[in-house]
């Protein structure tokens, strides 16, 4: 799967939330669901646990609160939906690297700046996870409690997400300029190292999908 | 043959009052090592950021610049922290040094070379198949710089490259350092590792608030009194201990200039 | 009297990866030890011990009385107060002073004696001027500082740091050294994770050297520094003041430049 050109890896993601809320709730949800749980499956072993395990964890808040909101049914439908969302995402994440797409992008001579953005802001994402990680553990030696009820976890939140972010936000300057110091220049046309192999099948059943998706809009429409 | 110019440059960062930096003029000549010293805040990463043309910039800096900044060949930095250098889109460290060089749209064959060539240099080809996320601060400015170097730059900036390395991958930096304006490269190094100075360095420039306190020859600047005053960088630590002994004379700035002054 | 510290035949292992092997020491009130060694020897994973954010597989690690696996990081920040790599990211509140007013708010201690003791740490780390300034109006060095001074505001009785002298200038060295010392003579005991050998010669007196997770070498910091091929082994190097000691074969063998400026006085005045 991971062979597969990055665009059919990132048009497969987009069309499952696209057929989950274009399609009629909650059969629609429910369809798209099922298609994104035999993707994560296929991934195989340990990483279909991790994926699902995390595309779990992630919504299942979601689903409390749609249950507050908007009772059992409202829940079902945009349950689904979002759940579709959340799992094609962590699918995709954990089946295309960065970089891959990067390279895609840039040897299809999509415009670098696009690509660059995309790159400095995926790349920060692990990063912001492994400093999250140091930043807990300074905050917990410092005195801050994170284990307890909901309100102990609260007030730790902005212990937390507060230097989190905005350190965030620092590196995003910092690393915005690094990029310059090494040659970024948006008039220049870089040279593709590696660029992903694409086959006729997979544009043709890349263009498949995105008009499916429109046709089922349509219908649903009309 | 000089690689940099400044002449008479002022910079102010975009909605700041104060300028960052005050009339500095320097030349620095191929081949040449000019180290940058001064307290936190002096402007010597400004100073560097406006030499390699990215201040103000491509976008990111801004700012208002007067005076003029000329380089004779392209100028490459490299900035203290390492982990916000990584480009993320290497999954080797291979890679990784070859981005810079695609950046520049180099042909595929140069490319190779010029990586191939920077990983000897900087003692990495050990890790060229390893993914950058997995090694090491000290391992990763390594690279980080391999992959500076990969751009064939004339002149190179670099701003505290020590400050995060262990002393070995510090010597290790001063080394190459040496090395490189041997072969002729401008080298223009912001640094609070003052102890490295003597045997590695030509020349000092003394910054202090975005000004030009000091410029000379790194033992005139180096034997300065004024280095002591309370804000300042201070000197090197034998400079430091013979000055504290309250000792008469030339002051000695390393162990073999102590060894031979009291013997 | 009971230690600051207590290491008893500890040993961890990250999976099936082992840290640190039987390590056993003891840091008496006032103590300042430096613990030296490559990357990935286990001073980190030593650190995380002591601060209770991993507990001994096997041995048993003792703050003062305080078993830490009877105890959360947050209970020991009571007694331990700690700095790690990357600490300029750690600050999130809106003023320096409430930053480091932080420790001692959630540690429980008295809004009175709070405030006194970050007015204290402010002090010590001549962070007064800057105290009302959003932490990242600072630059990287500074916001060091106010950490440390997070980390001193607890008034613990001992201090475990990570480096707490990289990035820093001359002068905030030299404040970290004078502000340690002084906490060390009121009796808090120190262990710092450090390759600034310099620094530690100033500051420290004890020497813990770990190798591949082991603790080889338990000695006076004074003759670690001398030791040259000792510590070309662990990646280090004498620090200039050592070298011109061994240099100048200085009777003693001082390390600190108090000491070798007086034999040096004595030694050009013969």
């Known amino acids: 799967m991971r062979g597969l050109h990055p665009f059919t890896l990132l048009t497969v993601a987009a069309a499952l939330p696209a057929l989950a809320w274009i399609g009629p709730a909650p059969w629609g949800g429910a369809a798209a669901l099922s298609a994104a749980g035999v993707l994560v499956l296929s991934l195989g072993g340990r990483q279909s646990f991790r994926v699902a395990r995390a595309a779990v964890f992630t919504a299942t808040p979601l689903w409390f609160f749609l249950y507050l909101l908007q009772g059992s049914g409202g829940m079902l439908a945009t349950g689904l939906r979002l759940t579709t969302m959340i799992a094609g995402g962590v699918w995709l994440v954990a089946v295309l690297p960065p970089p891959r797409l990067i390279e895609a992008m840039i040897a299809r001579e999509w415009p670098v700046s696009v690509a660059f953005l995309l790159a400095a802001t995926l790349s920060a994402i692990p990063a912001l996870r492994a400093r999250a990680g140091h930043l807990v553990d300074a905050q917990r030696s410092r005195g801050l409690r994170t284990r307890g009820g909901p309100l102990i976890r609260l007030a730790a939140l902005r212990a937390l997400a507060l230097p989190l972010v905005l350190s965030a936000l620092h590196e995003v300057d910092e690393r915005a300029m690094a990029l310059e110091t090494r040659g970024f220049d948006p008039q220049v046309r870089r040279t593709p190292l590696a660029p992903p192999p694409d086959s006729l099948a997979q544009r043709i059943s890349r263009w498949g999908l995105v008009l499916s998706c429109v046709a089922l809009l349509v219908w649903r429409i009309a | ?263 | 009297m009971t230690p600051a510290l207590w290491i008893d035949d500890v040993s961890f292992a990250y999976g099936d990866r082992p840290a640190l092997e039987g390590v056993r020491f003891e840091l008496a009130p006032g103590e300042r030890a430096a613990l030296l060694g490559h990357n990935g020897a286990g001073k980190s994973t030593l650190l995380r011990l002591v601060t209770g954010l991993v507990k001994p597989a096997s041995g048993t690690v003792w703050v003062g009385d305080w078993d830490t696996r009877a105890k959360s990081p947050a209970e020991l920040a009571r007694r331990v107060g700690s700095l790690f790599q990357h600490a300029d990211q750690q600050l999130f509140a809106r003023t320096v002073r409430d930053d480091v007013a932080f420790g001692p708010r959630v540690t429980g201690v008295r809004a009175g004696d709070a405030a006194g003791r970050v007015e204290r740490a402010l002090a010590a780390l001549d962070l007064e001027a800057v105290a009302g300034q959003h932490p990242y109006d600072l630059p990287p060095p500074l916001r060091k500082l106010a950490a440390l001074a997070g980390a001193l505001a607890l008034e613990p009785a001992l201090l475990v740091l990570d480096e707490p002298t990289a990035g820093l200038d001359r002068r905030a060295r030299r404040l970290v050294t004078d502000a340690l010392s002084a906490r060390a003579e009121h009796g808090v005991a120190l262990l710092v994770i450090t390759h600034d050998l310099a620094f530690a010669a100033e500051t420290l007196d004890r020497g813990l050297v770990l190798e591949r997770g082991h603790l080889v070498l338990d000695a006076g910091l004074a003759s670690v520094l001398v030791d040259a091929p000792r510590l070309g082994r662990l990646g280090l190097a004498p620090p200039p003041l050592a070298r011109a000691s061994t240099a100048l074969g200085l009777p003693g063998l001082p390390v600190r430049e108090r000491d070798v400026a007086a034999a040096l006085v004595t030694r050009c005045s013969a």
Do not use: C, K
């Open chain 2, 1 to 263: 043959m000089s690689a940099v110019v400044l002449d008479r440059v002022t910079f102010r960062y975009p909605a700041s009052a104060t300028a960052a930096l005050v009339d500095i003029s320097l030349v620095v000549n191929s081949g040449e090592i000019v180290a940058l010293i001064g307290a936190t805040g002096s402007g010597a990463s400004t100073l560097l950021l406006v030499t390699a043309g990215l201040a103000p910039g491509g976008g990111v800096v801004g700012g208002e610049l007067t005076g003029e900044v000329r380089r004779d060949g392209r100028a490459a930095l490299l900035l203290p922290t390492p982990w916000t250098q990584v480009s993320g889109m290497a999954f080797t460290v291979w890679d990784e040094v070859a981005f810079g060089p695609a950046n520049l749209g180099w042909p595929r064959e140069r490319i190779s070379e010029s990586v191939d060539r920077s990983l000897t240099r900087v003692d990495v080809v050990h890790l060229r198949d390893r993914d950058p996320g997995t090694l090491s601060g000290g391992e990763l400015q390594r690279v980080i710089l391999a992959g500076v170097l990969a751009m064939e730059p004339a002149i190179l900036l670099l701003d505290e490259p020590t400050a995060e390395l262990d002393p070995a991958g510090a010597a290790l930096v001063w080394r190459l350092i040496r090395e490189l304006a041997q072969e002729g490269m401008a080298v223009v190094v912001a640094t609070s590792d003052i102890d490295a100075l003597p045997e590695s360095v030509d020349r000092v420039v003394w910054l202090e608030r975005g000004r030009v306190r000091t410029s000379g020859t790194t033992r005139q600047v180096l034997a300065g009194e004024d280095l002591w005053e309370p804000d300042a960088p201070g000197s090197t630590s034998i400079a430091g201990v013979w000055r504290r002994a309250g000792l008469p004379g030339p002051v000695p700035l390393t162990v073999p200039d102590l060894v031979s002054r009291a013997r």
